[in-house]
Every structure is written in C-alpha cells, then in structure tokens.
C-alpha cells in the first residue's frame, strides 16, 4: 500500500542498542526490519500498516515488503468491522467476503480474544495464525491500538479472527463496549482470553461469569431464531462457544494440575467460589506458560487452537455469509443508547449507616453513629408505599406551596368537636384532616356525592421510609391493634348512649343536615304546630312530610305517600295535610323541591334506624379481640385481680383497665389522668395509673 509522497520523501535511519532490542522484542509484536516495526498509518484504512516513528527507515520498496508468508499471499490484512459505538462499518455480506477475500463455499470458524489492554491480544493472533505476519497490528505506546473490533482471515486454517478492544482501557463508553465484546463473544466458536497477570485477577471471571449468564439469558435465544432461518444453513448449537484462557506469566508459576484436580477444575471451582456461573461455554482449556526470557513459546497454545478447531462435536464450520448474518442481527438486536455509570473506588457503603428502609430496602445515607450525634435516618432516594407499614404520609397543600412542609393525618374528630358531637359529624361527614396553621381542610363526605380524594384538594403525597430501628415506628406498628380496639369501644360507648338527652340534641342536628328546604329546622321548632303542645328534652319532634313543620306524636301518626314532595310510598304526616290530602294532592300548589333532598332524607332515616344495633354488633368482635390485640408489655387479664394503686378487687362492678405507660392493670378512678406516652409509641394522651403520673 502506497504512502503519501510527502511520508515517501523521508527518510530516518537509526541503530538500535543490544538494550533497547532486548526491550523491542518482549513488546508484543514481531520485529520488522533489523529493530525497526510498524504501527497504524492515519491515511491508511488497512490496520497492518500505520504510523512511523522516527526510528524507521522508510523507502519506496516498502510496498514489497513481507509480513510473513500467509500475510503476502492473503494480501488483505485486517480491517474495521465495529466500531466503539457498535456501529457495523460493512454494509453487506458481498462486502465482507470481499474484504476478506474469502469465498462464501468455503467453511470457517470464528476465533476472538478478550483481555485487558496491553496483555498483548493482538501479538498472540499474530502469532498463532498467518504463519507471524502482522496482520493486526500492535503498539509500544501508552494508548490503546485496537478501538473497536478488527476483523482478518487466515485461508490456511480457515479462521476468521476477531481482534477486540481491550478491556480496563480508557473510555467514556465502558458499558457500549461491554455489549460490543459481548455480541462478538456470542459469535465465536472459539474464545481465547489472553492475561499475562502474574496471578489470575477477579477481571476475568468476572467478564467470563458475566458473559455466560448474558448468552443464557439473551445471546442463546437469539441466535436460535437466525439458526432456524434455512438461508442460514439451519439450527445452531444451545451451547456456547469453547473457552481457551492463555495465562503467561513472568515471576509467578501458572496454574499447576494435582493429583485428583486438573487446572481447569481448580478455575471452575474459583469461578464457583465467586458465584459465577460458566455453564453456557462448551468447554473450558486452561494454557499457562512462564516466561522466564522472551520472546514468548507459542507451541502448546497453537496445539489447543488447533484441537478446539478441529473437534466439530459442538460448533461446526459455517459459511462466513452466516457469521455476517448472524453478527448483522445480533446487532441490530442489542443496540441503543445506555448509561454510563462510573465505578467509584470508595462505594458510600463503606462509611454510612447500615440500616435499611423496611419497605424499599434502601440504605441509611447517614453517617455511621448519626444515631448518637442525634440524627435520624435520612435517604434522598424515594421509598416504596407497602400496605402493612402504612407509609404514605399527608402534606398540607396550602401549607406547601407557602413555603412550609406541614405533617397532617385523617382523624375521626376536629380538635374543636367534643368527643360525641365529633363521632356524629364522623358518622355523616366521614374523617377530618386538619391543618396546625390552616385549620380543617378536608372532609371525605362533605358532600353527599361528588365528594373528591384528599391527593386531589387538600394534601400531596409522600412515601416515607420505614427504618427498622425506629422507636416510634416499631412501638405504633405494636399498638396498632389496640389503638383499633380502643376505637371500636368509643363507638361502642356513643352509639350505646342514643336515647340520652345529649343524643337528642345530636339527633337534631344530624337531622337538618339531611333535611329539605321546606323543612322547618329542629332549633326552630319549641312547641307543635297543631296543638302547641311544648317540646321537652326527652320529646321527639317529628316533621310532617307534606307541610314541613314540626308535630308531636299524636298530631302525626297519619301516613301517606306524598308524590308532590318525592315520597312515593307512605310517610308521616301531620292530620290537617291528611285531612286536605284529597284537594292538595296534584294541586300544584305545593313547591316543586329537588327529588335528591329527598333522597338523603330517605337513606339517613336508613341509618339512623340501624344506630341502635351497632352496639351490640360491636360488642361481640372487641370482646373476641381484646386479648389478641394487648401490646406485650400489658399485663394479661387474667393475672390481673386488684388495682395496682389502690388493691381494690375487679370484678362485675369494678372494671379493669391498663395503664399505658407501665402495663399494669389498674381501677377507673385510680387511671383518670391522660398523657402521651411516646417511648411506648403513644403519641396521643391515653390512659396512665395516679403511680405513673406522680413518677413524672
């Protein structure tokens, strides 16, 4: 190949001492020329000739110079196939039998080496095919000479050899040229793994173990599917190409076979004890050789080449438009962009807290022994939400977007209701989420439909994390099922109590909630509008249905339907609309009202019916539960016989009760004080003994 006259035109001529020739031929590549050698020619597309250093004489016969005798009869050398962004620089298989100038009738195999950059891959290609001749070329300089993967054939032993870009090399792209070496791994029917480590690094059985999962998981399906084509000369082998690992060393002896254990088994057994897995390669040859002096003994190395090329038990020869096919659609397969992740010396687990997220099972990002600086668990990653840890927390919209993070919770009752004016209001209105800052902001049935999500109006949303060692997050997930327990059994307690005076004034005021317009309200009404006898406490006002005013019992124990107000089947009325039915019904005279009034009218009469019967519905389940649903530290019922303060006895008039904060079994009178207990995981005030409060 021609250089440019200008490159012609100079001529360098030098001689090279005894020292530096000693240096020049443990380089891993022949010596041309006396001492003098060639490396990769910038205008030369051809990769066995390059760029001249100052120390070689070049002159116009150069072209006629031989490489080695296969080298000149193949005329070709090696070129381009990937590049470093997998990119396939031929465009059809016409081309690449071409280039190779190798005839599609001919059978091959595909040869590829891997290693790290500088273990001199390219120099045992040389070597061990086209008879010595630099096909691919090799450099003595600190950057990489092979980018890419390069590709030549050897038509004595019918091989295709693939030369790969080494591994451990400077790039930006580490993860693309993974894949790159990957995809030219699944192609090859023979893989050779070139170290000159003096001892065998965690590198290689890590890319071997890698790249075996990788052709089991992904490559070996794949390649079924091009084997099954018949233009591809049918199926290929399940089984992965045969591994040579060619270990030279200097200093160090090389793998050494024992009595019961050839090298190969002592590799598969590193390979095991390293959790990885070889089973997609269809063998395994172990080659090492100590190299005391160079240059370098080829001879067993070439022997296990040429055994693994001639057995055709597994992988047998293939015409090389398939091996073109088979690469073009490997590629085309597994391509696309990819993240590149840098691999960080000190990995932050070194330094921070060992503890992780119960739900995401993420990592504390603090530092180790923040717990005693007095610093909490943090992790800037976003957690998971799980159902049994209930960790999704409330975020106060308004709150939020002035600037503040506010904490709020759903709870039964407004912090302004009493405690049985704010179970009504839960009964119709549903739970309440309070604001320190902007008061209540959400109401879950405000309306009596259409109501909206909380996420939607009032909150935002944010999954936090669980930690394991968290005291409060322990101690709430413990009295989970008692805090449930004591909630059952304040229902319980106010809806038992319907009838007493308070929950007439509650009943009310339920009842306007639901009431029609036409309804006068129940605060309005003091005496009945027919016989104006006085309403006491104790005296259920009753509405008629037709007129809407209120009326004691016997002035309304008349029923009938009322169409013209939405009541189609017989209600309550009061004896004047009874008596006048026959001339008001379909007189027009009375408003037309909105039919959905009646509607909520009609269900709350429902529910209200059925509030009499919750108590003793929910008797039965707290009774069930409440030995089940006691924190551990609660001493239980039945060692439990006198107050822990006063030593009176329980029994059927003398109930029994816990103090939440020392377990104890304790009297009414003598658990009468309320405060927050939060190292039991109370946060709320709830019942503490009279010895517990003095304590304090």
Not at 333 to 355: A, W
Not at 430 to 449: F, K, L, N, T
Request: net charge positive; aromatic share 8%.
């Amino acid at each position: 190949m021609e250089l440019p006259l200008k490159r012609q035109r100079t001529v360098l001529r030098t001689k090279m001492s005894n020292a530096g020739s000693a240096i020049m031929k443990s380089i891993d590549s022949p010596s041309l020329l006396g001492h003098s050698r060639l490396v990769q020619d910038p205008y030369s597309e051809n990769k066995s000739m390059g760029n001249l250093p100052p120390d070689v004489t070049l002159t116009s016969e150069f072209t006629s110079l031989k490489l080695g005798t296969r080298y000149e009869e193949h005329n070709g050398g090696s070129f381009l196939l990937l590049d470093g962004k997998e990119n396939l620089k031929v465009s059809s298989a016409e081309q690449f039998l071409g280039r190779l100038n190798c005839d599609n009738s001919t059978r091959v195999k595909v040869v590829s080496v891997f290693g790290n950059t500088g273990d001199g891959k390219s120099h045992t290609l040389n070597q061990t095919f086209f008879e010595g001749g630099e096909v691919f070329s090799t450099s003595s300089e600190q950057d990489s000479c092979t980018l890419g993967v390069w590709v030549a054939y050897d038509p004595h032993m019918k091989v295709i050899c693939l030369d790969t870009e080494g591994l451990l090399g400077s790039t930006s792209h580490e993860n693309q040229r993974t894949r790159l070496l990957l995809k030219v791994l699944a192609l090859s029917d023979i893989v050779i793994y070139r170290t000159r480590s003096e001892r065998l690094h965690r590198d290689m059985f890590t890319f071997l173990g890698s790249a075996s999962r990788a052709y089991t998981q992904h490559f070996q399906a794949a390649l079924q599917v091009v084997g099954q084509r018949n233009e591809f000369g049918g199926p290929l082998s399940a089984l992965g190409p045969a591994v040579i690992i060619f270990h030279e060393t200097r200093h160090t002896r090389t793998l050494q076979a024992s009595l019961t254990d050839s090298a190969e088994d002592l590799l598969r057994n590193r390979f095991a004890q390293n959790k990885l897995e070889i089973e997609a390669f269809s063998s395994l040859r172990y080659v090492g050789i100590q190299t005391l002096s160079p240059p370098t003994d080829f001879s067993d190395f070439r022997a296990a080449v040429q055994s693994e090329l001639e057995n055709t038990t597994v992988r047998s020869p293939r015409q090389p438009q398939v091996v073109f096919h088979t690469l073009k659609v490997l590629n085309d397969k597994f391509n696309g962009e990819l993240e590149n992740s840098s691999v960080v010396l000190f990995p932050d687990q070194y330094f921070t807290c060992p503890i992780k997220c119960s739900s995401c099972e993420r990592r504390c990002e603090s530092s180790m022994g923040h717990l005693k600086d007095g610093l909490h668990h943090s992790c800037a990653q976003r957690c998971r939400y799980q159902h049994q840890f209930d960790n999704c927390m409330y975020i106060c919209k308004i709150c939020h977007s002035n600037g503040k993070e506010v904490v709020v919770t759903p709870k039964l009752t407004a912090s302004t209701d009493t405690s049985l004016f704010g179970f009504a209001k839960f009964a119709w209105s549903g739970y309440v989420i309070e604001c320190p800052y902007c008061g209540e902001i959400y109401r879950s049935r405000q309306y009596w439909y259409g109501n909206k999500n909380p996420e939607d109006i009032a909150v935002r949303t944010e999954i936090q994390h669980v930690w394991p060692d968290n005291s409060s997050t322990a101690l709430g997930s413990q009295n989970a099922a008692q805090k449930v327990l004591d909630g059952v059994t304040y229902i319980s307690e106010a809806v038992a109590s319907v009838g007493s005076p308070p929950t007439r004034m509650l009943s009310s005021w339920v009842a306007d909630q639901i009431a029609p317009k036409y309804w006068r309200p129940n605060h309005e009404i003091k005496h009945c509008h027919s016989c104006n006898k006085w309403f006491a406490t104790t005296v259920s006002k009753h509405h008629c249905r037709a007129c809407g005013e209120g009326f004691c019992e016997d002035c309304s124990n008349y029923v009938m339907p009322v169409p013209d107000r939405g009541w189609m089947s017989p209600v309550r009325v009061c004896v004047n609309c009874y008596q006048k039915a026959s001339s008001s019904r379909g007189s027009g005279i009375l408003d037309e009202i909105d039919d959905t009034e009646v509607r909520a009218r009609k269900y709350g009469e429902a529910v209200v019916s059925t509030l009499s019967t919750v108590a003793s519905v929910l008797e039965y389940p707290r009774g069930l539960i409440k030995d089940k649903a006691r924190p551990s530290y609660w001493v239980p019922d039945h060692e439990v016989t006198h107050c822990c303060c006063c030593q009176v006895q329980f029994g059927p008039r003398i109930t029994l009760h816990h103090c939440r904060d020392c377990g104890r079994g304790v009297c009414k009178d003598c658990s009468m004080n309320r405060r927050a207990v939060p190292h039991r995981g109370w946060d709320n005030p709830v019942r503490i003994c009279n010895k517990c409060m003095k304590q304090d």
